[in-house]
């Protein structure tokens, strides 16, 4: 097991595979992946159905998928792994950024455009091992990941990747530490479905990330709080659930 040479501890590794039925696109994607010290094992297939194959021998923690390949395309491929008792942890490598949003109903933990660019792939690999590695235990709820429309294509944001959330009407605001989206959803579902993912209500209309918060003042006429390098409000009746947010342990990793 490879060392970190800082430490001496052992690294954490993952063993993945990678399909796609373009030869000199699987070569680059292993070369890639084989220079990154936190994968281990990389198995490789030309087709879904020998993807298939290879991951019901084979137990590993991710699939890199192309989308289009010949016999079991790529979402074919994750909805059939899905059912497995332990399923790897799903990446798909395209060129089609309109699979963005299939990519979202199958649960994709992350959706690569191609060319593939290496700290591109890099952050997917960092993606999974956080996942895999969760502090929360095996009942963490699973990075979501939310399809958004940037010019005429749509792209995929991570859950994890939001900081705070900005209600508009039924739309909301997902604010990264660089950019921001409006979607199609209210912020009352938000809330409810990100509640266990660290979240908490402010104001009726903010919903931030705890562990993002930076500095809290609650003293004063405007009480706030800063995220991201912003200040968001915090209503009169969310001062005591700030506070007791506040007063829990951060948990590690993040």
Do not use: C
Request: aromatic share 4%; charged share 30%; proline share 7%.
């Amino acid at each position: 097991m490879t060392a970190r040479p800082e430490t001496g501890e052992p690294m954490r590794a993952i063993d993945v595979l990678i399909a796609d039925d373009e030869r000199r696109v699987l070569d680059e994607l292993e070369s890639m992946l084989r220079a990154d010290p936190r994968v281990r094992e990389i198995l490789r297939a030309a087709t879904g159905s020998e993807a298939l194959r290879l991951l019901a021998e084979r137990e590993v923690d991710a699939a890199f998928l192309d989308i289009h390949m010949p016999g079991l395309s790529g979402f074919d491929l994750a909805r059939a792994v899905s059912r497995f008792a332990e399923p790897p942890a799903i990446v798909f490598v395209t060129a089609d950024e309109a699979g963005a949003i299939e990519a979202f109903d199958v649960q994709a933990v992350d959706f690569i455009l191609k060319p593939i660019r290496r700290e591109r792939l890099q952050r997917a690999v960092g993606r999974i091992l956080a996942l895999r590695d969760s502090p929360l235990g095996p009942d963490a709820p699973p990075d979501e990941s939310i399809p958004v429309r940037v010019g005429n294509a749509m792209r995929v944001v991570h859950r994890s990747d939001v900081r705070w959330v900005q209600a508009q009407g039924d739309y909301s605001r997902l604010v990264t530490e660089t950019e921001s989206h409006l979607i199609r959803e209210p912020i009352s579902e938000l809330e409810q479905r990100w509640h266990d993912a660290g979240f908490i209500r402010v104001h009726r209309s903010y919903l931030v990330l705890r562990d993002a918060i930076t500095a809290v003042r609650l003293v004063g006429a405007h009480p706030t709080l800063t995220v991201a390098g912003e200040e968001v409000p915090v209503s009169r009746r969310s001062i005591p659930i700030v506070r007791e947010a506040m007063l829990r342990p951060r948990e590690a990793g993040r």
